[in-house]
């Protein structure tokens, strides 16, 4: 028989598991202010937190969309640096290990200018 609470650390996992898509830092946040043990009220007070269900879509939709490649497209062409596009993803946002990107990168064009198409790139991710 449990004790009526949950370790906040737990959070992040318990709000996936009922459907929610809290990023990192969503996450960093909600277990900063909870309790050391979150009850069952306190914990519904986080679960119906404004914003809380969000549509989720794809994960890869959100995190590869070509729109926020946009922004590092400096000639405005499609293309980025192979080089910026690994800062991109290693160092902004939900950070990727190198070895990830190295894995994303496999199947991945690059130009004899070291520039990757982002919008091919999105594609190819999405595709896997």
Known sequence: MGVGRVPRETLGELLRALGQNPTQAEIADIVSSAPREVDYKTFLTILNRPDGFKPAGTPGAYYFSPLHLTLFDKEGNGFIGAGELRYVLTQLGEKMTDEEVDELLKGVQIGPDG??????????ILSQ
């Open 115 to 124: 520039n990757v198409n982002y919008e091919s790139f999105v594609r190819t």
